[in-house]
């Protein structure tokens, strides 16, 4: 996977904080506890502080409207959105949308709210095979566009949006990649790229929940458009469309572009609703230095959930509900922070709790609870960067043209280059996980191994 480089938090070695339920189980199994710390809120003196970012969602599916609950959920403080316009060609869908935006426009055609000149943003949560039309039209429009990830169900497509987005210099185009801007995620990444695993060896991931992925309508031709996602001639299925937030993360995390792909995949158990996209799929993904990802997917089974896994020589991270735990191998190297941490004995096992912050570690308390690290769901950290850097670059372009005019556009994306944005996922990072996917998506639908070639990662 195509990924920059991070920086993320340093350890917070001062506050330990309370674990609980599947925190004590992992101690328990010899885990260290990795959390990230809450960032700080400092107070903010640039005219963006609190800034109403007038906003559209277009697809008001489940995730829209999930989309329509987190956006609820920012701080009026901080940029968030004034939701101006809600849209959707199925009118059942804006009126079960209705109670999340009571104040916005209900609009069946996306073109419509394009045209408000006032409109600043556009969320794109429609089926992916959908997304190049609005998404380019957004752009063109001189809107800024969050895009839901897969970008397209084509590479052909995925190339098209990241382009324009490439072009649409003064615009923030975000793909949905919500992990790219999760806090816990950031966190971990220089932990593990640090050597503190040992080798890297190889990892796995897997996503298991039983579910029809099927919508239902009294009207048949309305219930064929809504689910896309069983279709092969529409979806990316699992791997793309579940799959590729795992599948980016391994690659950024690993620092690696992938060199082949072997899948395979079967409707296993839900066979006679007329679907040919695969209910159950497992993937092999090659990196450099003969590290792989192992990685599967059902709608046939809930157990053992969603989680990542990445080993090395000296320990293993395992990633679960958007926390983590290090797990020591009996003749790694000493760390150092360990001397602090807290020890519990479990069988023939010792867990040492990690939290990250200052100087050094503190005894973590002996009493239970259930609070976490970061307890907001990655969407809500992906929609929060999104607004807070429309407002930042809005600001940032408002200056440069009040100053300089508005035809050097080199001059500006220079100017623009050098902002410190929020964390968030790139037009390339999108573009590279659906490349990945889309190719994933391939090898499983034929039982094969694709080996890939860097020039599709490539965008000239």
């Known amino acids: 996977m195509i990924a920059s480089e991070v920086s993320g938090p340093e350890f917070n070695r001062r506050d330990f904080l309370k674990g609980g339920s599947l925190a004590t189980v992992m101690t328990m199994m010899g885990g260290v506890e990795l959390l990230a710390q809450e960032a700080p809120k400092p107070a903010s003196e640039n005219k963006s502080s609190g800034a109403k970012i007038k906003t559209a969602l277009i697809g008001l599916g489940a995730w829209g409207r999930e989309i329509l609950d987190q956006l609820g959920r920012l701080p009026t403080d901080e940029p968030h959105a004034e939701i101006v316009a809600i849209c959707d060609h199925y009118p059942a869908m804006l009126r079960r949308a209705t109670a999340k935006a009571p104040g916005a426009a209900q609009i069946e055609d996306y073109r419509t709210i394009l045209a408000n000149k006032d409109l600043q943003a556009v969320i794109i949560s429609t089926g992916s095979h959908q997304h190049k039309d609005i998404a380019m039209a957004a752009l063109k429009a001189g809107k800024h566009v969050y895009c839901e990830a897969p970008l397209a169900n084509t590479v052909a497509d995925a190339k098209a949006i990241a382009l324009a987005a490439k072009d649409a210099v003064g615009k923030v185009f975000q793909p949905g990649l919500q992990a790219r801007s999760d806090p816990q995620r950031h966190f971990l990444v220089p932990f593990i790229r640090s050597g503190a695993l040992g080798k890297t060896l190889l990892a796995r991931a897997q996503w298991h929940k039983k579910q029809s992925w099927r919508t239902a309508s009294p009207d048949a031709s309305r219930e064929q458009a809504m689910n896309w996602r069983l279709s092969k001639a529409t979806s990316t299925g699992l791997i793309g469309e579940i799959g590729i937030h795992q599948l980016d993360q391994a690659g ?209």
């Not at 839900?270 to 993937?283: E, I, K």
């Not at 609870?369 to 992906?382: I, K, Q």
């Not at 890939?452 to 000239?460: D, I, P, Q």
């Open 252 to 460: 950024w995390f690993l620092n690696g572009v992938p060199t082949a792909v072997t899948g395979f995949g079967s409707i296993a158990f839900w066979r006679d609703d007329g679907r040919d996209v695969a209910d159950t799929v497992q993937l092999v993904v090659e990196y450099p230095d003969g590290v792989r990802l192992n990685y599967d997917a059902t709608l046939a089974n809930s157990f053992d959930a969603e989680y990542e896994v990445y080993f090395g020589s000296d320990a293993a991270v395992m990633i679960r509900e958007s926390k983590a735990w290090l797990f020591k191998e009996a003749d790694s190297p000493l760390l150092g922070w360990e001397v602090y941490a807290r020890k519990e004995a479990f069988y023939k096992e010792t867990g040492i709790a990690l939290v990250a912050g200052g100087s050094k570690l503190a005894a973590r308390s002996d009493k239970g609870g259930d609070e976490t690290a970061n307890a907001l769901p990655p969407l809500y950290h992906a929609l929060h960067s999104f607004l807070g850097n429309c407002a930042e670059v809005s600001e940032a372009v408002e200056d440069f043209t009040a100053s300089f005019g508005a035809t050097d556009q080199k001059a500006l994306a220079e100017n623009l280059a050098g902002l410190k944005l929020s964390n968030a996922a790139s037009y390339m990072d999108g573009y590279a996980a659906t490349v990945l996917a889309i190719k994933a998506n391939e090898a499983i639908g034929k039982g094969t191994r694709i080996e890939m070639r860097k020039e599709w990662f490539e965008l000239a």
